[in-house]
């Protein structure tokens, strides 16, 4: 099982429409966790990162941390175009190392 | 410089060639990890440089697989008879210190054939 589990969609939706996207992780340690934004070609660029369970709010995007059920969520609020990439979640797997999800691909249609 | 450098962006191999696939950090980026991202596959580590010693190497997928940094800067992964399984992105990434809860900036790869 890997440590990281992400659906990897693809997932496409209107303009203004909210995105929502899920991640399930299976070890409890190094707990932080991070979201990725991958554009076609180009490398994964980190969008945003969290230590802690609860919301994280940044401009249209907001991360969520459920420690509980161990479940990570990034949501796109009124999403544009521009938005359409591969979402990739990562968690600490120690100190240097990064676990990934297989990363979900998002198109926002015009 | 302002962002982490891979070259080449592109190349083409016949199986069983040597590749050498390069990494130029962000100055003062002490560590450096390279991953494997192959189609459909989430991104998989192969190995961790602080500074020029390689404390984990784990990830290497076989010995064919090797990589060396040199004046705690520019990294060099080589792959030697290459294999058509060897075809992915290969990702370099740096960090002021560890990535401890602090993400890593990547580059924007290498995207091997081997044809």
């Known amino acids: 099982q890997k440590e990281v589990e992400q659906d990897p969609g693809p997932l496409s939706v209107p303009e203004g429409a909210i995105v929502s996207l899920n991640c399930t992780y299976s070890n409890s340690a190094f707990q932080y966790f991070m979201w990725y934004r991958q554009y076609s070609r180009k490398g994964p660029e980190l969008l945003m990162y969290t230590y802690s369970s609860g919301n994280k709010e940044d401009g249209r995007f907001t991360a969520q941390v459920d420690k509980s059920s161990k479940y990570i969520s990034l949501f796109i609020r009124d999403s544009q175009p521009s938005d359409s990439a591969t979402y990739l979640c990562a968690k600490g797997s120690n100190d240097y190392k990064l676990s990934f999800g297989a990363g979900t691909t998002v198109t926002v249609r015009a | 410089g302002a962002g982490v450098s891979q070259s080449p962006s592109n190349k083409v191999t016949e199986k069983g060639k040597d590749v050498e696939l390069r990494c130029d950090p962000i100055s003062g980026h002490t560590a450096l990890y390279w991953y494997r991202q192959s189609l459909g596959q989430g991104l998989e580590f192969l190995i961790y440089f602080q500074g020029n010693s390689a404390p984990d190497k784990s990830g290497l997928p076989s010995d064919r697989f090797s990589a060396e940094r040199t004046g705690g800067s520019v990294s060099t992964l080589t792959i030697q008879r290459t294999q058509q399984e060897d075809s992915a992105v290969y990702l370099c990434?740096?960090?002021?210190?560890?990535?401890?809860?602090?993400?890593?900036?990547f580059g924007s790869g290498t995207r091997l054939t081997v044809v």
């Open positions: 990434a740096s960090s002021l210190n560890t990535g401890t809860g602090s993400g890593y900036t």
